[in-house]
Structures are given as C-alpha cells and as structure tokens.
T-cell receptor, first 119, second 113 residues
C-alpha cells in the first residue's frame, strides 16, 4: 500500500459548476477525514467517517457540500454550485481508532490533496 | 474552545543554524499536541506528538519539542537545520471532547545556504 491517494490533484472549474473529489485511504484504516486548507492557513476540519458512518460535520460544510463513504473504503467529497470562496486545497487523511475508540493516538496519514481553483 | 497560535508566519535561517518554531495553545481540558510538516505540493507528515509522559518529545529528521503546561506551549526545535528542512510546519492540538485535530496557521521555515 502506497498511502492515502487523492484524485484529481488539481481541478479548475467555473463558478456554478459541480465538482467531485475522491480519496482512497490506507486499506486497513477505518477512519477517514476531510480537511480544507486555504492559502496561509492550517487545515480546517470538515467531516470524518468511521467505516461508512459519517460521525461529524463541521459548520464549514455548507449545504452545497456532501461527503460519502458508501462501502467504508474510498470516500467522495462533492461541492455543488461552486463559488470562488471554495478555492482551496482539500486534504484527506485516514487512521485507525485506538483502543478507546478515539482517533488520535494512531497517526493520521494525509494524502497529497486536491487543489481546487474556482474561476 | 481550543485554539492554536503560531506567532511566526515565516522563519528565515541559515543552514546549520539552530531553529525554534513557536506554538502556544488554549484549552480548558487536557490536550495532545502534534507537529506536522508540509513540503510543497504534498500532504502533511507527522513530525512528532506529545500524548503523555516525558515532556521532551523527539521526532523524525532530528526535530524535538517540549511540552510546557504552565506556559501552554509546545515549541519545536532543531539544533542544526538543513536546506531540505525548508517547508511549512503546523502545530495541532487534540482534545477528548472534540476528537479532532485543530491546526495553527503554520510557520514557513526557509533555510538559506
């Protein structure tokens, strides 16, 4: 396994279009996270899954955003009716929960990200 | 609510010089602390983490950090930097009640020959 992969690496779209990104986590990892990173900022949490269940969504995730992980493996993040403010790097990470069922003692492995530019 | 402050947005330093990247956090509950590095056009890689035990934590690539609870700090240090250390460094905090990472705004370390 070569780590977390994301596709595409870059996406340029016009305002109002829909876009979808894919994340393939490390195969044995059952937790999957989505973050957004804008220029000059650190990653901001968007949502995360444990297996196929979406356990939490940030207030940053407006109604135009939807994430799925239908079979508990890869995940997709869709943005509908994109706006210029959606331009950012979208990062995916995966991990396994520790013995307490919490995600943090085991390292989150990050993918290379998808850079979205909305014109 | 938890927050992380990285006071220095950029730190320029010459090769083989020591460096310290500062990180302060705010939290009313116990925290776990992390430093990640991001090279251009890549995702984040974990440098080191503090969960419990010794307050001095050693990580990869010769980096270390010290957890100071009274000063709510977790500064990252390296005694001698290399050109290859040029990257963006992010401090992050995790708490039991949030169960997610909160990142600082990052510090860009620029190492000059």
């Amino acid at each position: 396994d070569t780590g977390v992969s994301q596709d595409p690496r870059h996406k340029i779209t016009k305002r109002g279009q829909n876009v979808t990104f894919r994340c393939d986590p490390i195969s044995e990892h059952n937790r999957l996270y989505w973050y957004r990173q804008t220029l000059g900022q650190g990653p901001e949490f968007l949502t995360y899954f444990q297996n196929e269940a979406q356990l939490e969504k940030s207030r940053l995730l407006s109604d135009r955003f939807s994430a799925e992980r239908p079979k508990g493996s890869f995940s997709t993040l869709e943005i509908q009716r994109t706006e210029q403010g959606d331009s950012a790097m979208y990062l995916c990470a995966s991990s396994t929960p520790d013995g307490r069922g919490q995600g943090i003692r085991n390292e989150q492995f990050f993918g290379p990200g998808t850079r979205l530019t909305v014109l | 609510a938890q927050s992380v402050t990285q006071l220095d947005s950029q730190v320029p330093v010459f090769e083989e010089a020591p460096v310290e990247l500062r990180c302060n956090y705010s939290s009313s509950v116990s925290v776990y602390l992390f430093w990640y590095v991001q090279y251009p056009n890549q995702g984040l890689q974990l440098l080191l983490k503090y969960l419990s035990g010794s307050t001095l934590v050693k990580g990869i690539n010769g980096f270390e950090a010290e957890f100071n609870k009274s000063q709510t700090s977790f500064h990252l240090r390296k005694p001698s930097v290399h050109i290859s250390d040029t990257a963006e460094y992010f401090c992050a905090v995790w708490t039991l009640d949030t169960d997610k990472l909160i990142f600082g705004t990052g510090t860009r370390l620029q190492v000059f020959p």
